[in-house]
C-alpha cells in the first residue's frame, strides 16, 4: 500500500485537460483538433473546458504554450547549480536550452508535420512569450552577475539567440557544443554587454 506522504498528487482538471490537448495535438496536430477531441480525451465535459478557459480553443491553446515553456525552463535551471562566473551561466543556458531543443519530440513533431505553426510559436506569436518566461525564471540567476535592467537586455538576447541558432544551424557555430558555445559567447555576446555593464 503506498503512503500518503510519497503518493503523488492527483492532476488537477485543468492539467489533465493540457495533458489531453498535448495528446491530442501530437496526435492529429493542432489544426485539426476540435474543443470535443480535447474534452472527450481528458474526461470532462465541453461546458467544463469551457468553463476552465472561457474563450475556448485559442485561451487553452496559450495555456498549453505557457505551460510547455513553464516546464522546458524548469528543467533548464535544473542544469544551472554550481555556476562559477556569468561567463559559464551564459555557456551552460546556451547549451541546455539548445539540448532540449534538439530533444523535444513534440517540437520535432509540430516542425515536421506543421511547420507553420510550429515556427509561429517560435518566432512571430511565440517570441514575445518565450521571452516573457525567459525573463521570470532566469533573471534572477543573470542578476546575479549583472544589474537588472542589463540582465533583462541579456536574457532576451540569449532566448533571440538560441532561437535563431535552433532553426537555421550554423556550420561554423554549435550552441549545444560547450567548447563551441563558450568561444563564441566570451568572443561575440560578453563584449557587446560589457561597455554597458561598466557604465551602469
Given at each position: 500500500?503506498?503512503?500518503?506522504?510519497?503518493?503523488?498528487?492527483?492532476?488537477?482538471?485543468?492539467?489533465?485537460?493540457?495533458?489531453?490537448?498535448?495528446?491530442?495535438?501530437?496526435?492529429?496536430?493542432?489544426?485539426?483538433?476540435?474543443?470535443?477531441?480535447?474534452?472527450?480525451e481528458?474526461?470532462?465535459?465541453?461546458?467544463?473546458?469551457?468553463?476552465?478557459?472561457?474563450?475556448?480553443k485559442?485561451?487553452?491553446?496559450e495555456?498549453?504554450?505557457?505551460?510547455?515553456?513553464?516546464?522546458?525552463?524548469?528543467?533548464?535551471?535544473?542544469?544551472?547549480?554550481?555556476?562559477?562566473?556569468?561567463?559559464?551561466?551564459?555557456?551552460?543556458?546556451?547549451?541546455?536550452?539548445?539540448?532540449?531543443?534538439?530533444?523535444?519530440?513534440?517540437?520535432?513533431?509540430?516542425?515536421?508535420?506543421?511547420?507553420?505553426?510550429?515556427?509561429?510559436?517560435?518566432?512571430?506569436?511565440?517570441?514575445?512569450?518565450?521571452?516573457?518566461?525567459?525573463?521570470?525564471?532566469l533573471?534572477?540567476?543573470?542578476?546575479?552577475?549583472?544589474?537588472?535592467?542589463?540582465?533583462?537586455?541579456?536574457?532576451?538576447?540569449?532566448?533571440?539567440?538560441?532561437?535563431?541558432?535552433?532553426?537555421?544551424?550554423?556550420?561554423?557555430?554549435?550552441?549545444?557544443?560547450?567548447?563551441?558555445?563558450?568561444?563564441?559567447?566570451?568572443?561575440?555576446?560578453?563584449?557587446?554587454?560589457q561597455?554597458?555593464?561598466?557604465?551602469?
Open positions: 500500500m503506498t503512503s500518503p506522504a510519497s503518493a503523488a498528487p492527483a492532476p488537477s482538471v485543468e492539467e489533465r485537460v493540457l495533458d489531453a490537448a498535448k495528446v491530442c495535438i501530437e496526435r492529429w496536430g493542432m489544426a485539426k483538433i476540435t474543443i470535443d477531441d480535447i474534452a472527450n481528458a474526461g470532462v465535459s465541453r461546458a467544463t473546458l469551457y468553463r476552465l478557459f472561457p474563450g475556448g485559442d485561451v487553452l491553446f495555456a498549453f504554450r505557457v505551460r510547455e515553456l513553464e516546464d522546458f525552463f524548469t528543467r533548464l535551471a535544473s542544469h544551472l547549480d554550481h555556476i562559477d562566473d556569468l561567463e559559464d551561466l551564459l555557456v551552460r543556458v546556451v547549451v541546455s536550452a539548445t539540448e532540449e531543443l534538439r530533444s523535444d519530440q513534440h517540437l520535432a513533431g509540430m516542425l515536421a508535420s506543421e511547420p507553420g505553426e510550429a515556427l509561429t510559436s517560435l518566432t512571430v506569436d511565440g517570441l514575445p512569450r518565450i521571452i516573457r518566461i525567459a525573463t521570470v525564471f533573471i534572477p540567476l543573470v542578476g546575479e552577475y549583472v544589474p537588472r535592467r542589463e540582465a533583462s537586455r541579456l536574457v532576451e538576447f540569449l532566448a533571440r539567440m538560441v532561437i535563431s541558432f535552433f532553426l537555421a544551424p550554423s556550420d561554423h557555430v554549435d550552441l549545444g557544443d560547450a567548447e563551441s558555445a563558450r568561444s563564441f559567447i566570451a568572443t561575440f555576446v560578453l563584449p557587446a554587454f561597455p554597458s555593464l561598466a557604465s551602469s
